[in-house]
Nanobody, 127 residues
Framework: VQLQASGGGMVHTGGSLRLSCAAS????????IGWFRQGPGGGRELVAY?????????????TYSDSAKGRFTISRDNAKNMVYLQMNNLKPEDTGVYYC????????????????WGQGTLVTVSS
């Protein structure tokens, strides 16, 4: 699967952005899609991921990093092969390049679990 992230930009503290991840090729319905952030001089950190889960009402499980909980919402539209990351109440420490990535694992909580990566989109949050 090929992925392309978009929607980044520059906002002030407290602002919001919505990132989009467009997938081409195989349908993403059975894939786990994650969002990662790479801050200045740092590695890629998992922000959130969405997985298929046959035991939940909507068939999905969404998982967030501690810093993202309560502020970010990950969602997916399998029909459009799209995944989104709604980011609210942004903070300067959220600054970085955001990547979306795909995994065949249901529990994909580390960068090493992901095999397909898109080009990132830059998010800059000014104080």
């Amino acid at each position: 699967v090929q992925l392309q992230a978009s929607g980044g930009g520059m906002v002030h503290t407290g602002g919001s952005l919505r990132l989009s991840c467009a997938a081409s090729g195989p349908k993403i319905v059975t894939l786990t899609i994650g969002w990662f952030r790479q801050g200045p001089g740092g590695g890629r950190e998992l922000v959130a991921y969405t997985s298929r889960d046959d035991f939940t009402r909507d068939g999905l499980t969404n998982t967030y990093s501690d810093s993202a909980k309560g502020r970010f919402t990950i969602s997916r539209d399998n029909a459009k092969n799209m995944v989104y990351l709604q980011m609210n109440n942004l903070k300067p420490e959220d600054t970085g390049v955001y990547y979306c990535a795909a995994s065949g694992l249901t529990r994909a909580s580390t960068r090493l679990n992901y095999g397909s990566w898109g080009q990132g989109t830059l998010v800059t949050v000014s104080s």
